[in-house]
Each structure stands twice: as C-alpha cells, then as structure tokens.
Nanobody
Framework: QVQLVESGGGLVQAGGSLRLSCSASGRASSSYAMGWFRQAPGKEREFVAQINWNDNAYYADSVKGRFTISRDNAKNTVYLQMNSLKPEDTAVYYC????????WGQGTQVIVSS
C-alpha cells in the first residue's frame, strides 16, 4: 500500500507562484511514473503533469510553459513548481502513480485570486 501526502498549496494572487510537494511512502519506487492531477469545484479530476522514471516530463496544454514537474527519488518526493498562476488553476491538487496506486491522498488546495 502506498501512502501519498500532498502539501504546499495556498492562496496566491494571479501571476504568483507555488511549489507543491508529494511524499510517497510504501511500495512507491523510482521506477514508477508519477503524476499530478487536479480537481476544480464541480469538475472532473484532470491530468496536469507526468514525470517518468527517466525524468521525461509531459504536461497538459493548459499548464505547459508555466508548470514544471520534478522528482527526488532519494526522498520519494515529487514536486510541481507552478508559475504565472491563473484563477482557472484553482483546484485541489493530487499526486499519484501512473497507473495510479489505487488510492488517493487528501490533496492540497490551491486558490488563485484575480
């Protein structure tokens, strides 16, 4: 069983930055692809970014050029650096493996004010 703990969210003005962290414990290993997802109020959870075991990264079009995903395998931690934030980035952000580990963490709330 893998436990996922997201942190780093908060309230920020449009144009600002936040750095999210995801700590994975349990069976997670550096060989897993890891991803960030988000769910805005009243919407389905959506893909944000992915980083593979070889550090290749992929992004949703809506965040490309603004967000950067990275990982520290020694710490079993995945990061999401979010710059030039927009109000439409407001959501609860989650991390998980790809494919997912079967359970989700509590997420971390990001609110971007205009």
């Amino acid at each position: 069983q893998v436990q996922l703990v997201e942190s780093g969210g908060g309230l920020v003005q449009a144009g600002g930055s936040l750095r999210l962290s995801c700590s994975a414990s349990g069976r997670a290993s550096s060989s897993y692809a890891m991803g960030w997802f988000r769910q805005a109020p009243g919407k389905e959870r959506e893909f944000v970014a992915q980083i593979n075991w070889n550090d290749n990264a992929y992004y949703a079009d809506s965040v490309k050029g603004r967000f950067t995903i990275s990982r520290d395998n020694a710490k079993n931690t995945v990061y999401l650096q979010m710059n030039s934030l927009k109000p439409e980035d407001t959501a609860v952000y989650y991390c998980n493996g790809l494919p997912n580990f079967g359970s989700w963490g509590q997420g971390t709330q990001v609110i971007v004010s205009s």
